[in-house]
């Protein structure tokens, strides 16, 4: 039998939804399974100091000890954060424990990350709250496994309340076409697909007035980051009906508005120089299963 979970709803925000009860099932996670790379690379952010570039310094370290717990003690965390790593250490290495009981441990958690909300998010009080409830849908489960699989296959989807107004500096996305970007900012900006026939549209390289209005929109995309910009530019797109010795794609051309002067202005990264890729790809060689070697087990 399965334990219902109950629906729970704050101002019309979805339970689930939420950053900080994000964060606090990702410890649970990295916990219940040391492998889960990207548990991992959630619970390391939230210290201070430890961004992208040091959370993937510390799973590689982690890696290479071979996701010992115990090892986090041994890692050199960065300066801002020497002050809350021998705790948190202490933490994974007590929920990762064979030994370690199933009731109370949302309640250890909340006493190490509770007094970093303020730090991380706007009203911590009301997101305290909220880990308090989620430590009472915990207890009506005998064990961690029980209560994470259940939250991954069944989770609320309804609620009591009434909806209300969005919870705007939760986790969340705004997809917005460049028209109607018009007059509107972000913090961070990825402008999709920066190719030619996307950038300027096929449909409007037919004239020299086409392509200038295509470089303005171009612009407007490009001046709606407040702080960072991505601009994506995929080197193949997939291609349905082929035959079967097909291809599958076609390569794309880079926008012929990222010129010199403005690559010159710009980053340029492959997915596989960001820490994490690197990071993740380590992990997923570390696990590499041998399929057929455990079919024939089954026999």
């Known amino acids: 039998m399965r334990a219902n979970i109950p629906y729970v709803k704050y101002g019309g925000l979805r339970f689930l939804e939420a950053a900080h009860v994000k964060d606090l099932l990702s410890i649970l996670r990295w916990a219940d399974n040391p492998r889960n790379g990207l548990a991992a690379f959630r619970v390391l952010q939230l210290l201070p100091g430890m961004g992208p570039g040091n959370a993937a310094r510390c799973w590689r370290s982690f890696l290479d000890a071979g996701f010992r717990v115990a090892s986090l003690a041994e890692f050199d965390a960065p300066a801002a954060a020497t002050e809350q790593w021998p705790a948190f250490a202490a933490l994974m290495f007590t929920l990762a424990s064979p030994r370690a009981g199933w009731p109370g441990q949302i309640a250890e958690i909340r006493a190490w990350y509770e007094p970093e909300l303020p730090r991380l998010y706007e009203s911590p009080g009301v997101r305290a709250a909220d880990l308090e409830v989620l430590e009472q849908i915990a207890g009506q489960y005998s064990r961690r496994e029980s209560f994470l699989t259940e939250l991954a296959l069944d989770p609320p989807a309804a ?128 696990v590499r299963l041998d399929v057929g070697v455990r079919l024939k087990e089954l026999w």
């Open 159 to 286: 609620t009591s309340d009434r909806a209300g107004p969005p919870l705007l500096d939760e986790d969340y996305l705004v997809l917005s076409t460049v028209h109607s970007a018009k007059g509107q900012e972000w913090d961070a900006v990825h402008v999709l697909n920066v190719t030619d026939g996307n950038f300027p549209s096929e449909f409007a390289t037919g004239s020299a007035a086409g392509i200038d209005e295509e470089r303005r929109l171009m612009y407007v995309a490009m001046t709606r980051a407040r702080f960072e910009l991505h601009l994506t530019e995929p080197q193949r797109f997939y291609v349905t009906q082929q035959a079967r010795a097909g291809d599958r794609h076609v390569y794309g051309a880079r926008s012929r508005f990222l010129d010199g002067p403005v690559l010159a202005k710009l980053d340029q990264l492959a997915w596989s120089d960001l820490p994490e890729t690197a990071a993740l790809q380590e992990t997923v060689n570390a």
